[in-house]
Each structure stands twice: as structure tokens, then as C-alpha cells.
């Protein structure tokens, strides 16, 4: 079965016709340049240079030469459907939009997309935007509205804490309301992510949480950072086990329920807070064992009873209550007060 492309032309023949207005040796360079043959690995312009014993500034001057004479030419003049087809879809997609999610929108087909590559470059409406230390390789066919974009990307940026996590949803809505004066039909969803996907800066997890590439909790390198972003998708304290079988799940990565552990001890984004139990820091738990639970317990209240130190300990730890009976009975740490409260020894 064939593959279902958005276009209605046979892009290998518009690229036959197009290149048969060169010669012979500016064919082959473009041939070999964008991959347009048999072999569909593009040739550098060294490469290509030392084929034909020429200089890779040489190898330049005749790939643009070629492509000024395409222009030039009748044929490229009867390929105006095709070049409005292709603009119609850029349009479509947001008219501004990364080089790689353009042409596997368009075909699967290495073969495909690199004579898509070609049109695109010989077409005059088309500009394309080199990659940068910010942006990915882009293709527009509006100039303002590219500039409009790459800014609200560098506000949206500036907005955002190192280590922040968003929602798909949460960040396309930070996002438009950084898009000003941009018109109404591209404020949607779709177009505001195929947006956010120009950036290298800004970034989303296997989870499909976007923050800053450079934070650990988007551009997960280790167990520990894995086990963060499970137990925060998890949202409640969950058993080491579980964490590793979640890992494994969700990462493709395999994890050790003993090495999971031993990383989950050693970070001090998590809190053990029961038997194999872990909980993130950042929800509030105390940290240290029930002893010390009980001790910061009675610090911020003062002298308590026996079943308000109870109740207030359950919730920082999921242990039995005899656990914190058999505690507080230690006289080397706590001492019942002449009203029968509990206090620090």
C-alpha cells in the first residue's frame, strides 16, 4: 500500500523536469548535493569538490548558479501549481515551521522528503532559517510573522524557572499569551505547538512535560532524575518497586528495584516516609526518621498530646501508630509534661 502524502504531485518528476534546463555537471551537484539520486545521502561540498577536482567555494558558486538558472527557466514557471501547493501547506501548518516536522508531514520517504527539500529551496516564496544556538532549521513564508514567533519564544523563555514542569496545555497557554498581534486563525493549539517545537531552548519529556532543555527534569539523564519525574507523575509516596516498574515503563529504561533504591536514599529530592515508601521533598514532608518527625512536630506546636502527635505524624509518615507510641516512650528524646502533654526531652 502506498503512502498517504498531503500533496497531489509527483515531486521525483517535478524534480526530473526542473533539473533537465541545467547542464550535465550542475545536475550532478545538485543531484549530489540534495540527495536527489539513487543514493539519498546529501554529498558535502568538499565532497563534491574533489569528485571534480574543483574548490568547495567553486562547488557553491555552481549550486547557485543552478538554482538562479531553475528560477529563470519556462519549466520552473509551469511548476507554479506545485510551488503554490507546497506554500498553501506551510501556510496550513502555521507558516513558520521546523524543517524535519515539514517534510515527515509530508512523506516518510527519505527519497520524498529530500526532493521536497529541493523544491523548497529553488521556490522563491520559501525562506529558510538556518539552525542557531536558539532555534532548529525552519522554513517560513512570512517573514514578520517568523520574527513575531522567535520573540514570543524568547519572552516565553525568560518566564520560565530552571527547573520548571508544565502540561503540554500549560505551556501553550504561557505561550500564546506571549503571541501578540498575531492573527486570530493561528492561535490554536496545534499551530502554537508546531511553535514551541522551533525551539532548542524549550523543550518537552518523554512524559510530555515541556520545560527548559537544559533541566534535568526534561532532558532526564540518570535513575534519580527518572524517579523524580515518576513519583511526581505519580503525585502520592509509592514504593521503590514501583518506581523501578515505572521506569522501565515509561523510559524504556531498565531499572534495578536495589540500584533504583540506593539512588532514591542518596537524593535529597526524596523522602522516605514508610516502609519503601518515598515521597518528593518538595511536598513538605519532614525529612529523617519517625524520632525526628515527632521532634519537628512538637519544635513548631510545643507540647502536644498523645493523639494530636498522632495524628500530625501520620501525615508526614505512612507507620503504624505503635511505631510513634514506642518513640515517643523514649525518655532519651521525649518527657511527658505535669498536664500529660508530650515535650522534647
Known sequence: MSEKTPITFKPKQVVKRLLSVLGDRAQDVLTSR??????????????IGKKYKITRERVRQIENYSIINIRKSKEYAKEKAV??????IIADLGSTIHEEALLKHISKDKATQNQIHFLLTVGEDFMKEKEDLEFKHRWTIDKDLSKKIHY?????YSTLSDDEILLESEMIEKFLEHLKDVSDKYRNEEIAKRWLELSKVIDKNPLGEWGKTKSANINAK????YAYLVIRRHGSPIHFREVAKLITELFKKKAHVATTHNELIKDPRFVLVGRGLYALSEWGYMSGVVKDVI???IAKNGPMTKDDIVKKVLKERYVKENTIMVNLQNPKFFKKTKDGKYDIA
Open 295 to 297: 521532634k519537628g512536630v
Open 83 to 88: 510551488f503554490d501547493e507546497l506554500k498553501k
Open 152 to 156: 514570543s519564544l524568547r519572552q516565553l
Open 34 to 47: 540534495f540527495g536527489l539520486g539513487n543514493d539519498t545521502k546529501r554529498m558535502t561540498l568538499e565532497a
Open 222 to 225: 540518570g535513575m534519580r532524575d
